[in-house]
Structures are given as C-alpha cells and as structure tokens.
C-alpha cells in the first residue's frame, strides 16, 4: 500500500475531527445531543466517490480511531462496526457518471440512518428501550454539517487524485 | 486499489474486531490494554486541546472540585446512616439476625430482571439463599456468595416464584415475574399473583412471605408487596392479580441480609392451661411488654 497525500490527509481528517468532536466542541458549548457526527462526513465523502467496500473499510477505521479517542467506548468495537455500516450504506450511492452535490447528500443522510439506527439497536440490546428522539439531532447537525463540508471534501478529493497525489 | 485484496483486507479487520469486541464483553485483559493505549496516545491531545492550564483558576477548580467531592461524601454517608437507622428499627428485620450491607454494584440482565451485588459476603456469615429486605419489605434472595460479597437475585427476576399469603385471610398463592404467556399485560415492574387455592384478591391486599423451611430462601411475615388490579374472570381454576411490589428495584441501596436460623432443638410438646406450664414463651411476653 502506497503511502500517499490524499491517505494523509484523510487519516489526518479523521483525527481531527474525532477530537473535535469527543473534545472541542462540547466545550465550545455545543450542546451533547447537537454534535455532528464530523467522522461520518469524512467517511461518507470517501465512499461516495469509490464505492461500498472502501466505504466499509475506511468507515471501519475510522471508527476504530472514534472509539480510542477517550472516553475509550464500551463495549470495545461496537463503533467501528456500526460506522463500517454506514461507510457501506454511504457508498452504495456511487455512480461514476453522476457528480451531483444531491447524491452525496443522500448518501450521507442514509449513512447517518444506517449509524442512527445501530445505536438504537445497542442500547435496545443493552437496556430494553430507548427514546426515539435522542439522536435524531446529531443526525439532523451531521446533514446540515455535511451540506457545507461535503463540496470541499469532495472537491478535495477529487483535486488531489487528479494531481496524481491520491 | 484492486476491489479483491481490499475486501480481504475488510474481512480481516472486521474479523479482529469482532474478537475484540468479544474479547471486551468476556472482560479479557485485552481490551483493557487497547483503553490504556488509547488514553495515552489521545489523551494529552485532549488535554491541550481543551486549553492550557490557567494557575490561579485551574488551582480554584481544582480545589472547588475537591470541595464538592467532600461534601458530596458526608451528605452521601448522611443519607447511608439514615436509611441504615430506619433499615434496623424498621418491620422486616424485627426479630431476625441480620448483617447489614450496601449495594455495590448492579446489573441489568439481558432476560429480564435485576441483580445486585452486596459489599457482604461467606466471612459476615451470609449464606446461599438467605433473605434480603429493605426497610419497606422482600428485596429478593442471596443466590450466590463469595469471601467478601454476594448477589442477590431481586424481586421480579425470571424464574424467581415466591410463596405468599394474601390478604387478612392469608390464601395462599405464588408471586412470579409476568411472562409472556401471561392473559393480562402489566405495568413495567409489578409482579403476577396467582392463587393456589380458591379465593378471590381485592385491590389493596397485602400480600406477605408464606416463609420456607429453616427461612430459606425466604423468611415469613415479609411485605411483598400490595395488589393493584385483580385480573377478570375468565373461567380459569385460580385467579390471578397484578401486585405492585414495595421494594423499587432501581433504588435499593442499603439493605439487610437475614441470617437463617435452623431450627436445632425439637419442639417441646407443652400441657394446655396456666401460664405457668409454659417455660419457654413466658419471658418472651414479659420482654416484650
């Protein structure tokens, strides 16, 4: 495996924004609740544009990075499984002829879904019940988020492979 | 990249990190490392990320923190040796041994129903089914012990069925946690009462331990709990009835472990008539007067 820019930057991305949002924005006052889910842009924005299976491996590993951010989750390696979900539902909205700002959108909402509804089948296996309304605002932050951040990741992405760099 | 080795290279993660997971949920050292490894690696990122230090004001938190801690502490053991008192002079307990003990962990099982680990165990004398009531009534049994703790399966748990007597009558009947093969669905966290004999229950009985052989697992006279609803009559042998136990199994907190006592000596076979003739309950009454 080539070490290559557009590796880098990715990996570097998904650091950043793990911490960003296990760290900083809690503390920039971002209610709990309301935190975009930053990595799954990250992930989505990747898969997008290459398909299903690199969607679940980079969503994998990116989850396993989500997961050793402190506080280190529990059980360990539930993340990077419902994360590699969503990187495989993300992905499977890829199609070569069409570069649409709507079709990442849609494949991130649905990649968000995918991670909502993981969560909700944890907590359900854990504790019996869970309320329905409480991810429903990370999923709404990560959509609107995403919408901003999505056009520069792809762009970058795209920027970086046409430069030979990816 | 080839689709062919990255799919290989998926297959293999998602492998590791099923076992992992796995590895986590047995409670293998494993994991614990990996944490470990995590917190060191990212932790000093955390910390410089969330601003560097300020003195005076870090030093105020710091003692600020340590403050609330400290008063969080008295008032908690404040609360301790309160419920301890109402616990000790409380009615479940009157007339028994007891070792008193504090909930020191708690489970939910994936089944159905609650488990509680005690700060007491083998050394106190606690014993595999000895009873564990709180200051309202029946909090469930001692199932398993070690030297220094023990688990208390709690009233309510799948598989527990608790002898009792209902009402001023005393008709005998079972308490059970509801079961989906239950006619009548239940609120979330009462229990089933049916009847063993003929009878009929009336909303607000009281509903009390029958007591066992030797008081285990369970000792008799102990509040289970009150029936709130009496099932309809559908024809079937015995009536059934929802009973809403005293004990909140989320909140227990302090409790007491009876200690049974087996009965050693047999029981004397005594003559009908005088006071006199009754050696062994005539200081029991006058002490108790």
Request: glycine share 12%; proline share 7%; hydrophobic share 50%.
């Amino acid at each position: 495996m080539r070490v290559t820019l557009l590796g880098l930057s990715r990996t570097a991305y998904v650091v950043v924004a793990a911490l960003l949002s296990a760290t900083l924005l809690p503390r920039l006052g971002v209610p709990g609740q309301w935190v975009p889910d930053l990595v799954l842009i990250g992930v989505v924005a990747t898969a997008v544009l290459r398909g299903p299976v690199h969607g679940a491996l980079v969503g994998l590993v990116a989850g396993w990075v989500v997961e050793l951010v402190p506080p280190v989750g529990s059980p360990l390696g539930l993340t990077p499984l419902v994360l590699m979900l969503g990187g495989l539902a993300g992905g499977l909205f890829q199609r070569v002829s069409s570069r649409t700002l709507g079709r990442a959108m849609l494949a991130l909402a649905a990649a968000g879904v995918v991670v909502l509804l993981g969560r909700y089948a944890s907590t359900i296996a854990a504790e019996g019940s869970v309320s329905a309304s409480e991810g429903l605002g990370r999923l709404a932050s990560t959509v609107a988020v995403g919408l901003l951040a999505l056009p520069v990741l792809l762009a970058a992405d795209r920027a970086l492979v046409r430069r030979r760099l990816g | 990249m080839d689709p062919t080795p990255q799919r290989r290279v998926l297959a293999g993660l998602v492998v590791a990190t099923l076992a992992l997971l796995g590895a986590d949920l047995a409670g293998s050292g494993v994991s614990a490392a990996v944490r470990d490894a995590g917190g060191a690696v990212l932790g000093p990122v955390q910390r410089a990320l969330s601003g560097a230090p300020r003195d005076e004001i870090t030093a105020l938190e710091a003692q600020n923190v340590l403050l609330r801690a400290t008063v969080a502490d008295q008032q908690r053991r404040l609360v301790e040796r309160e419920r301890l008192a109402e616990l000790v002079g409380g009615e479940p307990v009157a007339g028994h041994r007891f070792v008193a003990a504090r909930v020191v962990a708690s489970d939910v099982s994936p089944v159905g129903g609650r488990s509680l680990t005690l700060d007491v165990g083998d050394r106190d004398g606690v014993t595999i089914d000895s009873t564990v009531v709180t200051a309202d009534g029946l909090a469930g049994r001692v199932v398993a012990v070690s030297p220094w703790t023990c688990d208390v399966q709690v009233l309510g748990s799948t598989g527990s069925v608790i002898g009792v007597r209902v009402g001023p009558a005393g008709t005998l009947a079972t308490v059970s946690s509801p079961t989906s093969t239950d006619r009548e669905s239940r609120p979330r966290g009462s229990l089933t009462l049916s009847f063993v004999q003929p009878g009929t229950p009336v909303v607000g009985d009281t509903v009390t331990t029958l007591g066992s052989v030797d008081e285990r697992p369970y000792a008799a006279d102990i509040v289970v709990g009150t029936v709130t609803a009496v099932d309809p009559d559908r024809g079937q042998l015995t009536r059934t009835a929802t009973v809403r136990p005293v004990v909140d199994p989320d909140a227990i907190e302090v409790v007491a472990v009876l200690v049974p006592r087996a009965r050693v000596a047999s029981r004397p076979a005594v003559p009908a008539g005088g006071a006199a003739s009754l050696p062994e309950v005539a200081p029991v009454k006058g002490a108790a007067s």
